[in-house]
C-alpha cells in the first residue's frame, strides 16, 4: 500500500518561498495524477493543485495560480510544490495525496501533512 510523506513545511515570511516534497514507499506514483491539498486554521481542507501522471499538465486553485508550482520526478516516486510570493493566507497544513480516478475527482492515500506558516 502506498504510503505518502509530506515534508519541506517552516516558518516564512510574507514574500518568501517553500518547497514541498510527497515522497512515496511501497509503491509507485508513475501512473496515478496527484494532488496538493491545504487546511487552513478553522477551514476546511480545499484544494491547492493537481498534476497528471505524465507531468505534462497541470491545473491550481485560483488563490494560488502563478505563485504556486507543482511537478513531479517519478524516477524519485516523488511530486513537489514549489511556493512563491508566499501570503499569510497561505498559512496551513499541506498535504498530498493519491488522485484514485484520474479525474481529480477522488483522491486516497493521504499523507500526515506538513506545516505552513507564513508571517506578515
Known amino acids: 500500500q502506498v504510503q505518502l510523506v509530506e515534508s519541506g513545511g517552516g516558518l516564512v515570511q510574507a514574500g518568501g518561498s517553500l518547497r514541498l516534497s510527497c515522497a512515496a514507499s511501497?509503491?509507485?506514483?508513475?501512473?496515478?495524477?496527484m494532488g496538493w491539498f491545504r487546511q487552513g486554521p478553522g477551514k476546511e481542507r480545499e484544494f491547492v493543485a493537481h498534476i497528471s501522471w505524465s507531468g505534462h499538465y497541470s491545473n491550481y486553485a485560483e488563490s494560488v495560480l502563478g505563485r504556486f508550482i507543482i511537478s513531479r520526478d517519478n524516477a524519485k516516486n516523488t511530486v513537489y510544490l514549489q511556493m512563491n510570493s508566499l501570503k499569510p493566507e497561505d498559512t496551513a497544513i499541506y498535504y498530498c495525496?493519491?488522485?484514485?480516478?484520474?479525474?481529480?475527482?477522488?483522491?486516497?492515500?493521504w499523507g500526515q501533512g506538513t506545516q505552513v506558516t507564513v508571517s506578515s
Open positions: 495525496a493519491v488522485d484514485i480516478t484520474g479525474r481529480a475527482i477522488a483522491y486516497d492515500y
Open positions: 511501497g509503491g509507485t506514483l508513475r501512473n496515478y495524477a
